[in-house]
């Protein structure tokens, strides 16, 4: 049984900082690229943050480049989303995604709203 728990998310205002988690379980976790996407209200889903199964490589969506970074921990199957400089459009729910091979998770998501 395979389950991503995505968890932190919350209300915070503007220009504020958030931290996501997302545990895995049921995969071997150290061998996945774990991404993090995030959908909004009537708009399409992106992805957000990308880091490779041991973490040597990340990306970053232009949007949040320099606010945002993706770590992982191996050792506790867990990666996550450090949120920054936070906006109003950044309201979404986020997603906690992995991948490896045919392998496609995803998570249930998890809130977040920035106010303005």
């Known amino acids: 049984q395979v389950q991503l728990v995505e968890s932190g998310g919350g209300l915070v205002q503007f220009g504020g900082s958030l931290r996501l988690s997302c545990a895995a379980s049921g995969i071997i976790f150290s061998i996945y690229t774990m991404n993090w996407a995030r959908q909004a209200p009537g708009k399409e889903r992106e992805m957000v943050a990308s880091i490779t199964h041991n973490g040597a490589t990340t990306t970053y969506a232009d949007s949040v480049k320099g606010r945002f970074t993706i770590t992982r921990d191996n050792a506790k199957n867990t990666v996550y989303l450090q949120m920054n400089s936070l906006k109003p459009e950044d309201t979404a729910v986020y997603y906690c995604?992995?991948?490896?091979?045919?392998?496609?998770?995803w998570g249930q998501g998890t809130q977040v709203t920035v106010s303005s």
């Open positions: 995604n992995a991948i490896w091979t045919w392998d496609n998770y």
